[in-house]
């Protein structure tokens, strides 16, 4: 054959040139790029042997198909030979220049890339285990097929590259640029891609199991038939992703796509009986998802949606919640919760331990609390209308103020309780415990079929006893108990007018702040040091206020801060 004595030549003139130092250039007939369904020209290693040399300096040909280049230094060369099937096993190419480069199927294991400019270049069916790729810029490269499983690739920018049936097990792309990419039923089992630039990827059937997509930007991608078994999505971004099918993987994402607004409870994220008390960012909708038997002791989630949760058994002591409208919380430990102003409109707390919570101005329309535990709960302003406290423990409870309209207290404990001003009508109070209840002012209240330990039993015994003694003993606790309910009375209106008032300095202390913002004119013969220390020592005796007096206090720091400016003018 004609073509073999020639490439026998050119390999002995290459060699010899490497030996003496010369810049050679051998021109040779460019070969056929590969596809991968195409078979290589050659045997790799076949071709020039060129193995171990460094050809830095080197002028080489412009086809080395199937060449042997195993070992060779090219590093900062700019390489336009076609490289289809060569050897490059273990060769360092650091810095090289390798765009538009046609090595389809090349054999590039443990050689290093790092650096490498290898955009639009032909990888396709290439073998790039282990090999050293930071830092490169394979961008809108073609890997398909190829095997870069073990490999490093920290920080590359491989964004728009094809990676279609592509093995990258084990593969590190910490912190790379792959957005755009194309990673259909690609293998990227154990891949290490933390903080990495997946946004707008296709992930059509990848394989992500055990990955590491910690804080990856992963939205807007495509994931149909995606496997992210035991992959950590920690903090990761996956809004306005498409069919993303996350079951068992691991770690809370800072963003997640919006739920079906028609979700079915329990149809979103499954988070059972995780502990999520170390998670600090949340996704702002978790709407549907099960928490069952989760951990989430003093969180703050009052910016996650939660609605139509499953939230059975959680623990949630000191938890702030706010939105989770006809959740599922029975059973919940909720102790201390923060839970004012929440939309709890047709949840269900049965049996929840809602004891020492604030739920003050929160939603509980059409509720379920049966049996729930309330104790020394603080429901001032509550709406409760059609809410089922049946067999709740209500004991010290706060309910001034709310709203209980046709609500079931049947069998409930209110013992102590207070329901003064409370809007009450149609609720019904059969065989429920009122000892000591607290009804001043309330409107409608029908407590028929209730019970109280005095109202019956001790008129008997005193009756008995004989009516003086029984009329002296009424007298005496009777005026004990108005001294009492007056004392806690003028303590509240004496908190509700502190904190009115406080809200007034407030105001005051912010507006004399935005006036002295607002002057940029710091000219004149205002003494703008005692300006500043009026708004400072306001600022710091609104801090400090406990009563009404340290209130005038800050109303006259105040007052004087604004004579200073008003003596500018």
Request: aromatic share 6%; with cysteine.
């Given at each position: 054959m004609p073509g073999i004595p020639r490439l026998i030549a050119s390999t002995?003139?290459?060699?010899?040139?490497?030996?003496?130092?010369?810049?050679?250039?051998?021109?040779?007939?460019?070969?056929?790029?590969?596809?991968?369904?195409?078979?290589?020209?050659?045997?790799?290693?076949?071709?020039?042997?060129?193995?171990?040399?460094?050809?830095?300096?080197?002028?080489?040909?412009?086809?080395?198909?199937?060449?042997?280049?195993?070992?060779a230094k090219l590093d900062g060369l700019t390489l336009r030979s076609v490289l289809t099937g060569a050897d490059l096993t273990g060769?360092?190419?650091?810095?090289?220049?390798?765009?538009?480069?046609?090595?389809?199927?090349?054999?590039?294991?443990?050689?290093?890339?790092?650096?490498?400019?290898?955009?639009?270049?032909?990888?396709?069916?290439?073998?790039?285990?282990?090999?050293?790729?930071d830092d490169s810029s394979p961008y809108y490269a073609h890997f398909e097929g190829a095997d870069l499983s073990g490999a490093t690739m920290a920080r590359a920018k491989t964004y728009g590259a094809q990676f279609d049936d592509a093995k990258l097990?084990?593969?590190?792309?910490?912190?790379?640029?792959?957005?755009?990419?194309?990673?259909?039923?690609?293998?990227?089992?154990?891949?290490?891609?933390?903080?990495?630039k997946l946004y707008g990827a296709t992930l059509i059937r990848t394989v992500l199991r055990q990955a590491d997509l910690s804080g990856a930007q992963l939205y807007e991608s495509v994931m149909t038939g995606a496997d992210f078994r035991g992959a950590d999505l920690t903090g990761a971004d996956l809004r306005d992703v498409r069919d993303a099918r996350l079951a068992g993987s691991r770690g809370v994402p800072g963003y997640l796509?919006?739920?079906?607004?028609?979700?079915?409870?329990?149809?979103?994220?499954?988070?059972?009986?995780?502990?999520?008390?170390?998670?600090?960012?949340?996704?702002?909708?978790?709407?549907?998802?099960?928490?069952?038997?989760?951990r989430l002791d003093g969180l703050d989630l009052s910016g996650v949606k939660l609605n139509r949760a499953i939230?059975?058994?959680?623990?949630?002591?000191?938890?702030?919640?706010?939105?989770?409208?006809?959740?599922?919380?029975?059973?919940?430990?909720?102790?201390?919760?923060?839970?004012g102003s929440a939309d709890l409109v047709g949840a269900n707390l049965s049996r929840a331990d809602l004891s020492g919570a604030a739920?003050?101005?929160?939603?509980?329309?059409?509720?379920?609390?049966?049996?729930?535990?309330?104790?020394?709960?603080?429901?001032?302003?509550?709406?409760a209308d059609q809410a089922d406290f049946t067999g709740a423990r209500l004991d010290r409870a706060y309910l001034r103020y709310g709203k209980y309209r046709d609500a079931v207290f049947r069998k409930a404990t209110l013992t102590d309780a207070d329901v003064s001003s409370a809007e009450l009508r149609g609720a019904t109070f059969e065989d429920a415990e009122v000892t000591g209840l607290n009804q001043d002012f309330?409107?409608?209240v029908d407590l028929s079929g209730s019970s109280s330990r005095m109202s019956t039993g001790w008129l008997v015994f005193f009756g008995i006893a004989g009516l003086v003694v029984f009329w002296i003993a009424a007298g005496l606790v009777t005026a004990r108990v108005r001294r009492?309910?007056?004392?806690?009375?003028?303590?509240?209106?004496?908190a509700v007018r502190f904190e009115d008032a406080k809200s007034v300095q407030e105001e005051n202390v912010t507006r004399l702040g935005e006036e002295i913002d607002s002057l940029t004119d710091r000219t004149g013969d205002v003494d703008w040091n005692a300006v500043l220390d009026a708004y400072d020592a306001a600022k710091e005796a609104l801090a400090r206020a406990h009563d009404m007096d340290d209130l005038r206090d800050v109303e006259t720091i105040v007052a004087r801060g604004r004579s200073a400016l008003d003596r500018r003018r």
């Amino acid at each position: 054959m004609p073509g073999i004595p020639r490439l026998i030549a050119s390999t002995v003139a290459i060699s010899a040139a490497i030996a003496l130092s010369i810049p050679l250039s051998i021109p040779m007939a460019p070969a056929a790029v590969a596809t991968p369904g195409d078979r290589l020209p050659c045997r790799p290693g076949s071709g020039p042997h060129l193995a171990g040399r460094d050809l830095t300096r080197a002028t080489l040909p412009a086809d080395l198909s199937c060449a042997d280049l195993r070992g060779a230094k090219l590093d900062g060369l700019t390489l336009r030979s076609v490289l289809t099937g060569a050897d490059l096993t273990g060769a360092s190419l650091k810095g090289a220049h390798l765009g538009y480069a046609r090595m389809a199927g090349a054999r590039l294991r443990e050689a290093d890339l790092s650096e490498a400019e290898l955009y639009y270049a032909d990888l396709r069916g290439s073998d790039l285990r282990e090999a050293t790729m930071d830092d490169s810029s394979p961008y809108y490269a073609h890997f398909e097929g190829a095997d870069l499983s073990g490999a490093t690739m920290a920080r590359a920018k491989t964004y728009g590259a094809q990676f279609d049936d592509a093995k990258l097990v084990g593969v590190d792309l910490t912190d790379a640029s792959a957005y755009g990419a194309d990673m259909r039923r690609a293998d990227l089992s154990r891949v290490r891609a933390a903080r990495a630039k997946l946004y707008g990827a296709t992930l059509i059937r990848t394989v992500l199991r055990q990955a590491d997509l910690s804080g990856a930007q992963l939205y807007e991608s495509v994931m149909t038939g995606a496997d992210f078994r035991g992959a950590d999505l920690t903090g990761a971004d996956l809004r306005d992703v498409r069919d993303a099918r996350l079951a068992g993987s691991r770690g809370v994402p800072g963003y997640l796509p919006a739920p079906d607004p028609s979700c079915e409870p329990g149809g979103g994220q499954d988070y059972r009986g995780w502990d999520l008390t170390a998670v600090t960012s949340f996704p702002g909708d978790l709407s549907c998802a099960d928490l069952t038997g989760a951990r989430l002791d003093g969180l703050d989630l009052s910016g996650v949606k939660l609605n139509r949760a499953i939230l059975r058994e959680v623990s949630a002591v000191g938890t702030r919640l706010r939105e989770a409208k006809g959740a599922d919380l029975r059973g919940a430990r909720l102790r201390r919760a923060k839970l004012g102003s929440a939309d709890l409109v047709g949840a269900n707390l049965s049996r929840a331990d809602l004891s020492g919570a604030a739920l003050g101005s929160a939603d509980l329309t059409q509720a379920e609390l049966a049996g729930a535990d309330l104790r020394d709960t603080e429901m001032n302003s509550v709406t409760a209308d059609q809410a089922d406290f049946t067999g709740a423990r209500l004991d010290r409870a706060y309910l001034r103020y709310g709203k209980y309209r046709d609500a079931v207290f049947r069998k409930a404990t209110l013992t102590d309780a207070d329901v003064s001003s409370a809007e009450l009508r149609g609720a019904t109070f059969e065989d429920a415990e009122v000892t000591g209840l607290n009804q001043d002012f309330a409107k409608d209240v029908d407590l028929s079929g209730s019970s109280s330990r005095m109202s019956t039993g001790w008129l008997v015994f005193f009756g008995i006893a004989g009516l003086v003694v029984f009329w002296i003993a009424a007298g005496l606790v009777t005026a004990r108990v108005r001294r009492s309910r007056a004392a806690r009375e003028q303590a509240a209106e004496r908190a509700v007018r502190f904190e009115d008032a406080k809200s007034v300095q407030e105001e005051n202390v912010t507006r004399l702040g935005e006036e002295i913002d607002s002057l940029t004119d710091r000219t004149g013969d205002v003494d703008w040091n005692a300006v500043l220390d009026a708004y400072d020592a306001a600022k710091e005796a609104l801090a400090r206020a406990h009563d009404m007096d340290d209130l005038r206090d800050v109303e006259t720091i105040v007052a004087r801060g604004r004579s200073a400016l008003d003596r500018r003018r």
